[in-house]
């Protein structure tokens, strides 16, 4: 993530929001364009989001409730994906890259385990910020 957009999110996680273009780019000190293109990163990731206040033609950005769940529940996908993606390229490959089937075996083995225990991480913190009433 590039560094003004992990600075906007990290204003944003600490403070909530909404700020307007103007009202970030001033707290963190950068350009409003810079401003413009990591929020709109951070929108696209679902880790912020845009709202509008009755009355006022700019945008402002908040926290998105449920962002780094749904974070990390893309990252799962990306992850299954891998891990098929990698298997099913082993599998196509001639007997005589034994070496390269092996090595993508791993990488498949490693994706599934990998999305498998952050999928269970997960459920296990959702369930427990719902018992605290967090989410």
Request: glycine share 10%; proline share 4%.
């Given at each position: 993530?590039?560094?003004?957009?992990?600075?906007?999110?990290?204003?944003?996680?600490?403070?909530?929001?909404?700020?307007?273009?103007?009202?970030?780019?001033?707290?963190l000190?950068?350009?409003?364009?810079s401003?413009?293109?990591?929020?709109?990163?951070?929108?696209?990731?679902?880790?912020?989001?845009?709202?509008?206040?009755?009355?006022d033609?700019?945008?402002?950005?908040?926290?998105?409730?449920?962002?780094?769940?749904?974070?990390?529940?893309?990252?799962?996908?990306?992850?299954?994906?891998?891990?098929?993606?990698?298997?099913?390229?082993?599998?196509?490959?001639?007997?005589?890259?034994?070496?390269?089937?092996?090595?993508l075996?791993?990488?498949?083995?490693?994706?599934?385990?990998?999305?498998e225990?952050?999928?269970?991480?997960?459920?296990?913190?959702?369930?427990?910020?719902?018992?605290?009433?967090?989410?």
């Amino acid at each position: 993530m590039p560094r003004i957009a992990g600075r906007l999110f990290g204003l944003l996680l600490i403070e909530g929001g909404p700020f307007s273009f103007g009202e970030l780019a001033d707290r963190l000190q950068v350009s409003r364009g810079s401003i413009s293109t990591n929020a709109r990163l951070l929108d696209d990731l679902g880790l912020i989001e845009r709202v509008a206040k009755p009355g006022d033609r700019q945008d402002y950005y908040r926290i998105a409730p449920e962002g780094l769940v749904s974070l990390f529940r893309k990252q799962v996908a990306k992850l299954r994906w891998s891990g098929e993606y990698y298997r099913s390229t082993a599998e196509q490959l001639p007997d005589h890259m034994g070496h390269a089937k092996r090595r993508l075996t791993v990488a498949a083995t490693c994706a599934h385990k990998a999305a498998e225990g952050l999928e269970r991480g997960l459920a296990e913190a959702e369930a427990i910020l719902e018992e605290q009433n967090v989410a």
